[in-house]
């Protein structure tokens, strides 16, 4: 299996523009995780889904955020309109189960101008 | 209150050394504990995982988990300069929740 695969590995954008980010989890594992990571704030789970619902959203930050799971093997997560502050590194991760290792795709590098 | 508190670093040790680690949490429904490391522009990879009270060892590292007082730590032996890195803790709960505290970084001093 190649692992958790994120797109786009970097995107570079202007303030106000709608940014998509993709993931495709590890094939048979039911749980998926969006995380974001700045110096200032660490890693922090944005939204997690298992069996392709979410189970919790609390950690994204404004309704400019949102998630979607269509189906076992694809995720995305938008932001409309996107702001500088929304610079960061997102993680997504995924796994068989609970309690289970997390595996990590190589993240996508946004920077809003 | 943070959910996952981790000591602040960073951490500086001279090869050889023992590196400790600390991390609380806040959620009691949490069952299963891991430890993460992350290498500088580079993705959380585990480590170590512990599920029981008590100790786990596995090669030069050490996890050592108190359910009752909701702490877990990670104790590396023989820190080699490969080590220096940023660990990140991460408790479970059984709601499937993976949260991860801010993370120690550790530097390995040759």
């Known amino acids: 299996d190649a692992g958790v695969i994120q797109s786009p590995r970097h995107e570079v954008t202007e303030m106000g523009q709608e940014v998509t980010l993709r993931c495709k989890p590890i094939?048979?594992?039911?749980?998926l995780f969006w995380y974001r990571q700045t110096m200032m704030r660490g890693l922090e789970l944005l939204i997690y889904?298992?069996?392709?619902?979410?189970i919790d959203d609390s950690g994204m930050p404004e309704d400019r955020f949102s998630a979607k799971m269509p189906n076992a093997s694809f995720s995305t997560l938008k932001i409309q309109p996107s702001e500088p502050r929304d610079s960061a590194v997102y993680f997504c991760?995924?796994?068989w189960g609970v309690g289970t290792e997390a595996f990590f795709g190589q993240g996508t590098r946004l920077t809003v101008v | 209150q943070k959910e996952v508190e981790q000591n602040s670093g960073p951490l500086s040790v001279p090869e050889g050394a023992i590196a400790s680690l600390n991390c609380t949490y806040s959620?009691?429904?949490?069952?299963?504990f891991f430890w993460y490391r992350q290498y500088s522009g580079k993705s959380p990879e585990l480590i170590m995982f512990?599920?029981?009270?008590g100790d786990k060892e596995d090669g030069r590292f050490t996890a050592q988990l108190n359910k009752a007082s909701q702490y877990v730590s990670l104790l590396i032996r023989d820190s080699q300069p490969s080590d220096s890195a940023t660990y990140l803790c991460?408790?479970?709960?059984?709601?499937?929740?993976?949260?991860f505290g801010a993370g120690t970084t550790v530097t390995v001093r040759a």
């Open positions: 991760a995924s796994t």
């Open positions: 959620d009691r429904g949490s069952q299963s």
């Open positions: 512990i599920y029981s009270n």
């Open positions: 991460a408790p479970c709960s059984n709601d499937y929740k993976l949260s």
């Open positions: 094939s048979g594992h039911n749980s």
């Open positions: 889904f298992n069996n392709n619902v979410p």
